[in-house]
């Protein structure tokens, strides 16, 4: 299957620095990326939905301006969490797609997760 | 918006089956997935449903049922290291792209 990685897995940092998390798309191109965040013991919350070549699309409380996203080719697209803070501890997930979804059909729609990031901010 | 709803908790023992089930509002809606997460790892893809009926994948069926904005996730001849939370989403159409909404996720213990 489609493979997706992350890196780093784990990051430990001070306050005030800013992190920048790669996520690739290993053996497909993705046309979309996606960005989530998940806090312990709760679901994943979607952040960004990145598409290549274009501005990402932020969800509603998420500032644009702390978490930078860039998706520069089919297989990159990094998140920067800039001036980070204790609050931003968590864990990062990206996501990738390639194919649109259909309404007739139950043929793998599916986003491909990577591994995911722990951020821990002191 | 979208929502989800779904059990927090769920225990079942070795070896019986399990219902997990998910209803849901959206709009734009294409299809339901589920994803299972081990702690300390990432969502790993289990189906999905963009059709009315029952889906099988070996131990695992997902179904869904469009009018009802409904669908649940079977496991079958459970066992321990099915232990996890079991998420569904919803994938559906918004900002001029696709997006899963997760709901807030099913803790399934299973016991001897």
């Known amino acids: 299957g489609a493979v997706v990685s992350q890196h780093p897995s784990w990051v430990i940092c001070k306050s005030g620095t800013s992190v920048k998390i790669e996520c690739r798309s290993l053996?497909?191109?993705?046309?979309?990326m996606f960005w989530y965040r998940q806090f312990p013991k709760q679901s994943l919350m979607l952040m960004a939905t990145?598409?290549?070549?274009?501005?990402?699309?932020?969800e509603q409380g998420v500032e644009k301006d702390k978490f930078l996203i860039n998706h520069a080719s089919l297989t990159l697209s990094t998140l920067t969490v800039t001036s980070a803070h204790p609050e931003d501890s968590s864990f990062y997930i990206c996501?990738?797609?390639?194919?649109?979804?259909?309404?007739?059909?139950?043929?793998?729609?599916?986003?491909?997760f990577g591994p995911g990031t722990r951020l821990l901010v002191l | 918006g979208q929502s989800l709803e779904q059990p927090s908790e769920v225990t079942a023992v070795e070896g019986a089956i399990v219902q997990i089930n998910c209803t849901y509002q959206?709009?734009?809606?294409?299809?339901l997935s589920w994803y299972q997460q081990h702690d300390g790892g990432a969502p790993t893809f289990l189906s999905y449903?963009?059709?009315?009926g029952l889906e099988e994948t070996g131990r695992f069926s997902s179904f869904l049922s469009r009018s009802d904005s409904y669908g649940y996730l079977l496991l079958q001849e459970l066992q321990m290291k099915d232990s996890a939370s079991y998420f569904c989403?919803?994938?559906?159409?918004?900002?001029?792209?696709?997006?899963?909404?997760f709901g807030k996720g099913t803790k399934l213990s299973v016991i001897p």
């Open positions: 959206t709009s734009g809606f294409y299809g």
């Open positions: 996501s990738a797609k390639t194919s649109l979804p259909t309404l007739d059909s139950n043929v793998q729609e599916t986003q491909y």
């Open positions: 053996d497909f191109q993705a046309t979309t």
């Open positions: 989403a919803v994938l559906n159409s918004g900002a001029g792209s696709y997006q899963l909404t």
């Open positions: 449903n963009a059709l009315d």
């Open positions: 990145s598409n290549e070549g274009s501005k990402a699309t932020y």
